[in-house]
């Protein structure tokens, strides 16, 4: 197993929060080039390159996908506009039968003929406003119970 780090937030007892996102992955870069004994750890480079050839190469490479990060960014603790998660295979469709916390989280189910099969749960990675607009538009739109085939397939965690 091996241990991509790729950002850097604390450091001999410094908050390195606020600091952009490059200045964070250089002190990270050195400091892992320095270590000794931390094989199975390994620095996920930065490329400062355009984000569209990035996601093609890597969908070539059959990787799951690329994490965009605005360079200058300060790191925040929650889902926000200055990185987004893309993902090569975008491809499966889903109906969404449920949210939770607001609408961070959807619960998806696929169509078996006539059924509804639970699938899982997945984060939505909206921003805290999109959160906001979407509980909006469910609100009126939400049942009592999940419309499943089999109801109790659904993991509350």
């Not at 390994?42 to 969908?59: K, T, V």
């Not at 360079?71 to 925040?76: G, S, V």
């Not at 959160?131 to 119970?145: E, F, G, M, W």
Request: charge should be positive.
């Amino acid at each position: 197993m091996i241990y991509y780090a790729f950002d850097l937030l604390y450091l001999d007892g410094y908050d390195l929060r606020a600091a952009p996102l490059i200045e964070r992955k250089d002190l990270l870069e050195r400091l892992l080039s320095e270590a000794k004994g931390v094989e199975p750890m390994r620095y996920s480079q930065h490329f400062d390159i355009d984000g569209a050839a990035l996601f093609e190469q890597a969908c070539k490479q059959n990787l799951e996908g690329i994490i965009s990060k605005y360079r200058d960014a300060p790191y925040k603790s929650e889902r926000n506009e200055s990185w987004l998660k893309i993902k090569c295979v975008q491809n499966a469709r889903y109906e969404v039968i449920g949210y939770k916390d607001g609408a961070t989280s959807l619960y998806l189910a696929k169509r078996e003929g006539k059924d509804l099969v639970y699938v899982g749960k997945a984060g939505t990675g909206f921003t805290q406003s999109m959160v906001l607009q979407l509980s909006k538009l469910l609100k009126p739109i939400t049942l009592d119970k999940m419309p499943l085939a089999k109801p109790n397939t659904v993991n509350e965690s």
